[in-house]
């Protein structure tokens, strides 16, 4: 969107369109109020999630980070040592990478490699056709080495579905993907090397109970092409970036918003995952998740809000910015980086 | 009959307690009961509405038990194959009548 000018490529367009919407939709923090839960405050850091930049060799129809191959915003080798510095002075026991394609920031092996180096557990976002690149040959057994857990994408278990939102050819790569993987002993419960996939809904609806899907997912992929995984995540689409660019497109915005709200449930905003991660931008500035991120709504002010100024005290306890987007968090199971909430 | 069913009229369906607040209270009891999981998941029971809403031509229906399948994470080629059966099913009553018309037929004649 921000190579064609469009005008949801800007975060104020995008807020403006999700502030003013519909007078008929309750507002998020009103919601919250309604279960006693305002403000959402954070309950401690438990991952500090590194967005390091909008570079991608993918251009999702739905990506909320509006990535793609003409991005260059990436992550420097002075912020991503900052963001090691504020592993090394905490025990956040968790760091999550990712992108765009994070694989492809000249700093994710450092980040990689130091976390690991401190004992944390470090996640991969990837989008899977990214280790069939040819420059990435070696990164499928450097994640092995390194024992990362990967969470990949793969939005439904046929070619047409993942196609359509994900791009031409996706699907086929990501079983190939999916196969190296499994030679390394990714989704082997035995190897504790760990494969979870990423659900999400392709089209303006709500994703399925993530049991079910998953056996799905289990049942189908070892049927039709042999290859396994640990768990699958269900997440809801939220309504920003390009999938706000296809529901305003396609007519289904203000149905998509309805049903958002209307599934609304209270103990799915107790365990959203804002309450226990920060989210650190490209650039080194802190928010309270990867949505606020791309909608440049920086944590609180009163809170450190760049990684160099990290002090978790504040932070784990922070009031966090909500706005109506939020909805698509708390619908039914709830939505994470980590599948549902409940 | 252009019009005469709107989308927005879907979200009115409880009107229908207004006067007979008792047996909508039973119907939606009975119904939320139906489709919850039990010997059969959520997702084949949708696929099952959504057949049935194709035999009985309910547009309410079809648009509530398509966006239903896909949400419960079924595919267009399972809802095809749905509709499919409940079409067959259709047809097949029609055509399975042809053994009352043979009868008939075989009855008044010499």
Known sequence: MLEQRHPLASATEQLRILENGSSRLQRFSDALRSSKQYPLRATGVEVLQVNVGKLCNQTCRHCHVDAGPDRREVMTQETAELCIAALEKTAIPTLDITGGAPELAPVFRYLVEQARARGRHVIDRCNLTILLVPSQSDLAGFLAANRMEVIASLPYFLADRTDAQRGEGVFDKSIEAIRLLNSLGYGDPETGLKLN?????????????QHAVEADFRRELDRRYGVRFNSLYTITNLPISRFLEFLLDSGNY?????????????TAAEGVMCRTM????????????DFNQM?????QPGNPRHIRDFTLEPLAAREIITGQHCYGCTAGAGSSCGGTTI | MAGYYHTEDLPHFSDMGKNAPELWN?????????????????????????GVAHAVQCPYCIDAYTQASLEKGSNMDQMTEAVHVASAIRGGASLVHGVQMRNVAKKVSM
């Open chain 2, 26 to 50: 039973k119907f939606s009891e009975w119904y939320n009961a139906v489709f919850a999981e039990g010997a059969l998941t959520e997702r084949e029971k949708c696929l099952i509405a959504l």
């Open chain 1, 254 to 266: 203000e149905a998509y918003m309805e049903k958002l709200v209307e599934a609304y449930n209270p």
């Open chain 1, 197 to 209: 996939l990423v659900y999400n809904p392709v089209g303006a609806f709500l994703p399925p109970a």
């Open chain 1, 295 to 299: 909608l440049e709504l920086p944590v």
């Open chain 1, 278 to 289: 920060v989210s650190v931008g490209w650039d080194g500035t802190l928010y309270d998740c």
